[in-house]
């Protein structure tokens, strides 16, 4: 079948213009934006549809596409929206954490729900057991919770790796973000490994050098790093993971000097010096975007921009030569950054996809179905 720039454009724009209409229609906006907010004006939304219209080719080409549940199971969307909304209601937090884990998902195995898996076929260690993923991802239950709602009503239709990738999009646009179009069909995995994830996934103490290769690896570019690190608009971390830039920074027995002096009082204030054996796992956690952890934004970017970038991996980019012009750029322009991160994130989901040589759509998510079934 061959696909005309018309037939592009026409997905593009009624992927995200329908769903989105449905999309506001039921979410109440109350901690992430207002609804006017999120009904980011007729420019934007034009730009949009020309940052999906440019992506709705190459995921053709990958096997994806708009509407793909169309015919098999029409409410798809509609019941995830749903899901991820009333857990938020109840927990707004989840959005980050749903953000977090389809990123957690695609960089490792491809986007294939391989994080959600139990058991992996191979018999090795899962990836959520991974050092890299402790105590870092979460939002599991919601998945099962999504694909418990989807069962009923179309068994053994929606993969699990499209309810992670629609699970992200919804959380950003409930917090206030652009809702988008997302490319659907993907299959899911049946291996997951730990190791895998250990070296495959950025670490918050990652260098400007070591994220642009991790980034490059996925097929992901520097403006991809920036966009996509942008997601850090939402949740916390804990202080263990970035301690040592308040209290020996390079083992200078000081605070990383690029933090700012006022930050840095803030953090300590949070963050008291810890006994060397406290580990990563305990003490409080700190906003990663200061003073808008539950708002889909670019304050993310103006917090780089004056030294209050809370984690290593997050500070580099405002002073590295090929991304602190892209940090500059998306810290004065709010609707630059949320067009730009869209295309990014429809990018990032079409990693390493899987084929039905080596995927299948599970009954469960947390088990392949030759496992549980």
């Known amino acids: 079948m061959s696909i005309t720039m018309s037939s592009v454009y026409s997905l593009a724009f009624s992927s995200i213009y329908c769903w989105r209409e449905r999309f506001v ?13 999120m009904r980011t004006g007729g420019m934007l939304g034009l730009i949009l549809v020309l940052v999906v219209a440019e992506s709705v080719s190459i995921a053709h080409a990958n096997g994806l596409r708009y509407a793909y549940y169309s015919r098999t199971c029409p409410t798809a969307e509609r019941i995830i929206a749903d899901a991820v909304r009333s857990h938020f209601q109840s927990d707004n937090t989840i959005a980050a954490g749903l953000l977090r884990l389809h990123f957690h998902d695609c960089f490792v195995q491809g986007c294939d729900g391989s994080i959600l898996l139990d058991s992996s076929i191979d018999g090795s260690v899962v990836e959520r057991k991974a050092i890299r993923n402790n105590n870092s991802i979460r939002g599991f239950e919601i998945i099962d919770d999504i694909k418990t709602r989807l069962e009923a009503s179309c068994p053994g239709v929606v993969s699990c790796a499209d309810i992670v990738a629609l699970a992200a999009r919804d959380s950003v646009a409930i917090s206030g973000g652009p809702f988008y179009g997302v490319p659907t069909g993907r299959l899911d995995g049946k291996i997951s490994r730990a190791s895998d994830a250990d070296a495959d996934l950025p670490t918050a103490i990652f260098t400007a050098a070591q994220l642009k290769a991790n980034f490059n690896k996925k097929g992901l570019g520097v403006d991809d790093l920036v966009l996509l690190s942008g997601g850090h608009t939402l949740g916390r971390a804990k202080c263990a993971i970035f ?5 020996n920074f390079s083992n200078t027995g000081g605070p990383d000097p690029s933090l700012s002096s006022s930050y840095l009082t803030i953090l300590k204030s949070s963050c008291p010096q810890e006994a060397p054996s406290s580990g990563r796992d305990s003490g409080p956690t700190v ?20 030294g209050n970038g809370l984690l290593k991996s997050d500070a580099v980019l405002k002073d590295d030569s090929q991304t602190k012009s892209l940090v500059s750029s998306f810290s004065a322009n709010s609707d630059k950054f949320l067009w730009s991160f869209v295309g990014s994130m429809i990018k990032m989901g079409q990693i390493d996809l899987k084929t039905s040589e080596n995927g299948e759509v599970r009954i469960k998510c947390n088990v392949y179905n030759s496992a549980g079934h």
């Open 287 to 306: 906003a990663l975007d200061k003073g808008s952890e539950f708002k889909f934004d670019n304050s993310y970017y103006n917090n780089l921009v004056n």
């Open 243 to 247: 301690s040592d830039r308040l209290y």
């Open 25 to 37: 229609a039921t979410v109440p906006f109350t901690a992430g934006g207002t609804e006017r907010e």
